[in-house]
């Protein structure tokens, strides 16, 4: 596959002097979807706006398709759509408008049927004629999709399409992106969820503190990174941790009423039944078992304390 | 020219001004009237004539020039304050749109407005006094140069300004006592001599005194002085919002 988007030694250092990207290098292929995973203030929104031209970038190049989005930027800018961070709307414009609105900024000739189904594709179609102000937050969030995709745009950017919205909605969220994937469409997405990035991303980008520590494939990625672990709240406490246990790499919390288990890879996660086997055996009840994975937190301890 | 895109940014701010249509034109009506009431009958039953003009009559181009300068200001400022201030901004500047279409949407629409509304004043006062304008072109052209290079002013301030306070202090201590110093509702002839020598520094004086000269073939200043002042505000105006996209000033960062 080509890349769509070839981003080469990008920095940007805003006025305040704060350097929020240092020199980012990554190119975007046609068709996939890339999620740039990262906590708050790694740069995921900066990079953002200045590939779709909302901030200017003090170094580097960024080419659309082959197109330098300063010199060229009609161009580049007509393959994109992006949907941004924050629910900005105009609160008082009807949803049909604002479409219509976005379609025509773009310099694309209105094509009202192309509109209705765009919203009968966002389940908004009975929200035609609404104001902004009297929509969910669910719903201004597929709005600005809509609003995203009025130009038919090669390439989408959502900046945290999932943020602070609840888990249904999230789900509605990722099946909106896997069918637009499947339209040929381009999709660049950020997050701070990881689960987020390993349930509908190709390739996943990690991003800190205005640097890109890893890109690959999800998969890849998640074995390096997303490590579960296994919690096992007891009965009756223990007074210590017996051997056969000790051995199997268990640990026992301070109050003997918890046991963990950390995976180390995927491939673990088979054992599960034979571990739980030899605590039985050891004539252990088990009250409730949990299982979890690596916070992004935990991830970035170990990215760093692997790179020293 | 990405002509679709500047139509898009026109009808939208534009739409404010037709979805409450009634309110757009009833206002200046009414204000207009007032005007008659109090400066017309109230006061002009005392002064009779200015420079040979029936008072009620001689204040009709002051009462349009106060108009479209305050009116131009405001909904060139809002439009594009509002946009910066709400957000939805990022769209604009995402779309393939050249900051100069951004400028002819934003300035177009509020200059369209400011024409709408000092038509209307103009329509109103004919039921009140008797019209007859000497120089219709010239006229029309103050008219429209003045919508939109105070269109352009308001374009400006609405960059500039980042909080409702500085968006309201340059029309409220500059725009307005200017206006209403500049001749709006009088002749600076009436002003003791002192006050007129201040006056001629006073820049609205000279587009009140051009648009009244356009009216009435009379005026406190030269109306080539007129013309070349509203000229040059226009060509500094223009100058100023070359430099703002140039540098990207306050839109990107
Ligand atoms: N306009 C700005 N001026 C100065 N600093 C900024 C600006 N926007 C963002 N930053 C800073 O740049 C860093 C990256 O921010 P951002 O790109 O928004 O991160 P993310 O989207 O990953 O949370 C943060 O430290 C943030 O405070
Ligand atoms: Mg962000």
């Known amino acids: 596959m080509s890349a769509i988007i070839q981003i080469q030694n990008v920095s940007k250092t805003y006025n305040n002097g704060h350097q929020a990207l240092h020199s980012i290098n990554l190119d975007i ?74 379609r025509g900024l773009f310099g694309k000739k209105a094509d009202d049927a192309y509109l ?27 709005v600005l999709i809509a609003k995203a995709l009025a130009h038919q745009p090669e390439i989408l950017f959502l900046d945290e399409p999932t943020a602070g919205v609840d888990v249904e909605l999230r789900k509605d969220m990722w099946q909106i992106v896997d069918k637009l994937r499947q339209s040929g469409v381009t999709i660049i997405l950020t997050t701070h969820y990881i689960e987020e990035a390993e349930a509908i991303a190709d390739r996943v980008g ?25 919690h096992l709240e007891l009965q009756t406490p223990l007074s210590q941790l017996p051997d056969t246990l000790k051995a199997l ?32 055996d050891c004539d252990i009840l088990i009250n409730e078992l949990h299982t979890s994975k690596s916070s992004l937190e935990d991830i970035f301890v170990n990215l760093v304390t692997n790179e020293k | 020219m990405n002509l679709t895109a500047i139509k898009a940014i026109y009808n939208a701010e534009m739409k404010r001004f037709w979805s409450t249509i009634g309110q757009s034109i009833v206002s200046p009506v009414i204000s207009t009237s007032l005007y008659f009431v109090v400066f017309g009958s109230a006061i002009g039953s005392r002064i009779d ?56 949407g934003f300035v177009g629409a509020a200059a369209s407005k400011s024409f709408i509304i000092g038509s209307i004043i103009l329509i109103t006062s004919n039921f009140f006094v008797d019209l007859h304008i000497q120089h219709p072109i010239i006229m029309l052209t103050f008219f429209i140069l003045t919508c939109l290079s105070f269109s352009l002013l308001g374009f400006i301030i609405g960059l500039w300004a980042d909080n ?59 109306i080539t002085l007129s013309l070349i002042f509203i000229g040059l505000f226009l060509s500094t105006c223009v100058g100023i919002v070359w430099w703002m996209f140039r540098t990207g000033y306050k839109l990107r960062s």
């Open chain 1, 116 to 142: 209705d189904q765009l919203l009968k594709d966002l389940s908004l179609h009975d929200k035609k004629n609404e104001e902004m102000r009297n929509l969910s937050g669910g719903m201004k969030r597929r």
């Open chain 1, 29 to 102: 292929k046609k068709g996939e979807i890339l999620s740039l995973l990262g906590p708050n203030g790694a740069g995921k929104t900066t990079l953002i706006s200045i590939i779709c031209g909302l901030v200017n970038k003090s170094s580097g190049s960024i080419l659309i398709d082959n197109f330098d989005n300063t010199t060229h930027y009609r161009q580049a800018r007509e393959k994109i759509g992006l949907v941004p961070q924050e629910l900005h709307l105009g609160m008082f414009d009807k949803v049909w408008n604002t479409l219509r609105y976005s």
């Open chain 1, 249 to 280: 790499n268990f640990e026992m919390s301070e109050d003997g009423a918890s046991l963990y288990y950390h995976f180390k890879n995927q491939k673990e996660y088979a054992n599960i039944p034979k571990l739980l086997k030899a605590v039985t």
């Open chain 2, 49 to 104: 004539q200015v420079e040979g003009i029936d008072y009620g009559t001689f204040i009709v181009p002051g009462m349009m020039m106060f108009a479209l300068l305050t009116q131009s200001v405001s909904n060139a400022s809002f439009g594009i304050f509002f946009q910066k201030f709400t957000g939805t901004m990022y769209e604009i500047l995402s779309a393939p749109v050249s900051s100069t279409e951004i400028l002819l």
């Open chain 1, 206 to 230: 990690v991003i800190n503190q205005g640097k890109i520590i890893l890109l690959d494939e999800t998969k890849a990625i998640m074995k390096r990174l997303g490590k579960k672990h296994m």
């Open chain 2, 164 to 222: 409702f306070e500085k968006l309201q202090i340059v029309p409220l201590l500059i725009i307005t006592p200017l206006v209403f110093l500049g001749g709006s509702f009088y002749s600076i002839n009436m002003l003791p001599e002192i006050w007129q020598s201040i006056s001629l520094f006073n820049p609205v004086l000279y587009l009140v005194s051009g648009f009244r000269w356009s009216f009435f073939g009379v005026s406190d200043v030269n």
